[in-house]
Nanobody, 124 residues
Framework: QLHLIQSGGGLAQAGDSLTLSCEAD????????MGWFRQAPGKDREFIGR????????YYAESVKGRFTVSRDNAKRMAYLQMNSLIPEDTAVYYC?????????????????WGQGTHVTVSS
């Protein structure tokens, strides 16, 4: 399993942008697909997006498509979630996750390693 450390997040106003970072502690990061999820207060954790090991392909949940972008830098063992045009409904704890045993996808069980989570609060 990978150990994932997240950073970024915090307070934002509607329309602002934020970038979340996720750092892995092992070189095997460069061979695993990465996902991003979020959990709003009182709700289940939901899928946001996924990026393949080489950064060639990514896909997103409809709720964030066109506003959020997942990227990665394998040389730095970093994954990123760029969030633009934030809305109050984006308020949640955000998690990065690594699919160390499979391809990853939109479901929680497809990921074996998780970051500690980072809070994002968007005010109107």
């Amino acid at each position: 399993q990978l150990h994932l450390i997240q950073s970024g997040g915090g307070l934002a106003q509607a329309g602002d942008s934020l970038t979340l970072s996720c750092e892995a502690d092992e070189r095997s990061f460069s061979s695993v697909n990465m996902g991003w999820f979020r959990q709003a207060p009182g709700k289940d954790r939901e899928f946001i997006g996924r990026i393949t090991w080489n950064g060639a392909n990514s896909y997103y949940a409809e709720s964030v498509k066109g506003r959020f972008t997942v990227s990665r830098d394998n040389a730095k063992r970093m994954a990123y979630l760029q969030m633009n045009s934030l809305i109050p409904e984006d308020t949640a704890v955000y998690y990065c996750a690594a699919a160390t045993r499979g391809q990853g996808g939109p479901y929680l069980y497809q990921y074996e390693s998780w970051g500690q989570g980072t809070h994002v609060t968007v005010s109107s």
